[in-house]
C-alpha cells in the first residue's frame, strides 16, 4: 500500500491486519508515520518486533526503491492510495500534484507489468474528476464524461484513464474506485472537515464574553454541496472493489467469473446524499452546543454569513481570498453499480463523521492537558 500515513491508508492498514495479511506500507518519512491507534500491533518501527506491518520509506518521485518492493513482494494486492489529496493545495502546489497523482501511477503500473502481472491493483480515483459537467447530466456514474476544474481533478483523471488503458491492453487486473469525500478523525489539518472540527472546538465551553471576543470561522464557498461519508466506510468498499470477483459472485448467486482483468470494472462510492458547506458548519457548531442564525444575502455566497444565536455576534464570514474560480456547485453521483454488485452499504449524514471527528479530538485534547 501507498500513502499509508493518510486517513484512508490508517483504515485499510487495520482492516488488512485484522484479516490475517502481511501488510507492506510505504510513506516518504518513516519518522513521521503513526500508527498509535492500531490495536494489537506491534511496533512496525521495532525491527525485532513480531509485526505483520512493514514499513518502507519510499519518495514517489524516486521510484526504483517502489520498484525494487514490488518485485521483491509479489504482493496479491496493491492499493495505490499516495499523492496530493487536496484539492485546494493543487492550485498552489499544481506541478507536485500532477507528478504525485498521475506520473507516479505510470511508474506503478509499468513495474507491476513487468515484475509481478498477477498483482491486483486498487487505483483511489475521485468524483472531482466529474467537475462541472459538460454534456448537462445531473447525475455522474462510473461512464460518465471527465471534465475536471483543478489541477488535483486533472491529474486523478489522467491516472483513472491510464488504468482504464492497462487493464484493456495488457489485461492486468486493475479497479479504480471513484470516491465521493469521506472523514473521520484522521482527517489532516488543510481539510475543510478538519478546519471547521478544529475551529469549534476552541469555543467549546466558551462563556458569551469568550464568544464574543473569538475571531469568526473564515471560509470559502458555503454554497458548494457535497457528497461526505464516514472513512472506515469507504475503506470496506476499496477491498470490495479490488476483490470484486469473488465478492460478485456471493452477493448475485452466481459462479465467479474468471480472474481476468477483462472481467474488472471501476466502481462509484458515494452516500447519495449531497449537503451544502454551510450545513457542514452549522451541524458541527450544534454539535458543540452552538446555534447558528444564517444569514443568506443573493445568489453570490460571498455575502453569506453567520451569528451565534444567543449573542448576536458574528460566528462564520465568507472570506474572498478562498473563494476559487469554476469550482463546482455540486457533484451529484450515482453508487447503485457498488451496492447492487458490491452489497456496499455506507452510513449517511453528517453527524456520522463529525461526531467521530470531535469525539476523538476531544480524547487526545484531554490526554495532553
Not at 484539492?87 to 503500473?109: D, G, I, K
Not at 491492453?169 to 475543510?192: C, D, K, M, Q, T
Not at 473564515?218 to 461526505?228: P, S, T, V
Not at 455575502?303 to 474572498?320: K, Q
Request: glycine residues 8%.
Amino acid at each position: 500500500m501507498t500513502g499509508a500515513g493518510g486517513q484512508d491508508g490508517f483504515f485499510l492498514t487495520r482492516r488488512l491486519l485484522s484479516e490475517g495479511w502481511v501488510v507492506h506500507v510505504t510513506t516518504h518519512q518513516v519518522d513521521g508515520f503513526n500508527f498509535d491507534d492500531l490495536p494489537e500491533v506491534a511496533d512496525p518501527l521495532t525491527p525485532d518486533a513480531p509485526s505483520r506491518l512493514h514499513v518502507h520509506e519510499v519518495d514517489l518521485l524516486q521510484p526504483k526503491a517502489l520498484f525494487d518492493l514490488i518485485a521483491e513482494t509479489q504482493a496479491d494486492e496493491f492499493y495505490n492510495l499516495a499523492g496530493q489529496s487536496s484539492v485546494a493545495r493543487s492550485f498552489s502546489e499544481p506541478l507536485y500534484t500532477w507528478r504525485t497523482n498521475a506520473e507516479a501511477v505510470v511508474h506503478m503500473l509499468e513495474c507491476l507489468r513487468e515484475s509481478s502481472p498477477h498483482t491486483r491493483f486498487y487505483q483511489a480515483s475521485s468524483t472531482d474528476m466529474f467537475g462541472i459537467s459538460s454534456t448537462g447530466a445531473t447525475l455522474h456514474s462510473e461512464t460518465s464524461a471527465l471534465n475536471p476544474q483543478s489541477p488535483y481533478a486533472s491529474a486523478k483523471a489522467a491516472a483513472h484513464l491510464l488504468c482504464h488503458s492497462y487493464r484493456e491492453v495488457y489485461g492486468l487486473r486493475i479497479a479504480s474506485g471513484i470516491l465521493s469525500n469521506h472523514e473521520s478523525h484522521r482527517r489532516p489539518a488543510f481539510f475543510i472537515s478538519r478546519k471547521v472540527v478544529d475551529h469549534v472546538l476552541t469555543l467549546s465551553g466558551m462563556g458569551n464574553e469568550e464568544l464574543k471576543r473569538a475571531p469568526p470561522l473564515r471560509m470559502g464557498n458555503l454554497k458548494a454541496r457535497r457528497d461526505w461519508g464516514f472513512a472506515p466506510d469507504y475503506v470496506e468498499g476499496m477491498s470490495r472493489i479490488l476483490r470484486q470477483i469473488e465478492v460478485r459472485a456471493h452477493e448475485q448467486g452466481t459462479t465467479p467469473e474468471a480472474d481476468l482483468g477483462l472481467n474488472y470494472r471501476d466502481y462509484l462510492l458515494a452516500t447519495g446524499e449531497t449537503h451544502a458547506v454551510w450545513e457542514l458548519v452549522d451541524a458541527a457548531f450544534r454539535l458543540v452546543g452552538l446555534d447558528l442564525e444564517w444569514h443568506f444575502e443573493g445568489d453570490e455566497p460571498s455575502g453569506w454569513s453567520a451569528d451565534f444565536r444567543s449573542i448576536g455576534s458574528p460566528a462564520v464570514v465568507v472570506d474572498a481570498s478562498f473563494l476559487r474560480v469554476a469550482e463546482p456547485t455540486e457533484i451529484p453521483v450515482d453508487a447503485t453499480r457498488a451496492r447492487q454488485e458490491l452489497g456496499w452499504a455506507p452510513r449517511r449524514g453528517l453527524e456520522v463523521f463529525l461526531n467521530d471527528m470531535l469525539g476523538r479530538k476531544s480524547r487526545v485534547r484531554s490526554r495532553e492537558s
